[in-house]
């Protein structure tokens, strides 16, 4: 089973910009869709964008729409989730996780494997 590691979290200001990674342990990586969730104190994990095997096909939730790139570099089995333009709302630990099936899966139940999270933190 594949095991990931998130980076790049810190203490931002709004407006700036910030990217975390999600390295993999196994080349199996490539043959994985992989996305990112986020949860904020008191709040349920939410999905923030999903990324095919390929890199060919990307999701996004419509609060990160426009402001969040989600990319991958499979020579490196590492995800990225590149935030621009964050708000004090963007406030989360932010989990990647992998998921072996086909589709673009948005629910955290569709994911198989998952990451320990970073912290993110957006000051106004």
């Known amino acids: 089973q594949v095991q990931l590691v998130e980076s790049g979290g810190g203490l931002v200001q709004a407006g700036d910009s910030l990217t975390v990674s999600c390295t993999a342990s196994?080349?199996?990586?490539?043959?994985?869709?992989m996305g990112w969730f986020r949860q904020a104190p008191g709040k349920e994990r939410e999905f923030v964008a999903a990324?095919?095997?390929?890199?060919?096909?990307?999701n996004y939730a419509d609060s990160v729409k426009g402001r969040f790139t989600i990319s991958r570099d499979n020579s490196k089995n590492t995800g990225y989730l590149q935030m621009n333009s964050l708000k004090p709302e963007d406030t989360a630990v932010y989990y990647c996780?992998?998921?072996?099936?086909?589709?673009?899966?948005?629910?955290?139940?569709?994911?198989?494997?998952w990451g320990q999270g970073t912290q993110v933190t957006v000051s106004s």
């Open positions: 990324i095919t095997y390929s890199g060919a096909n990307t």
């Open positions: 196994e080349r199996t990586f490539s043959t994985f869709n």
């Open positions: 996780a992998a998921a072996g099936s086909r589709r673009i899966a948005t629910r955290t139940h569709e994911y198989d494997y």
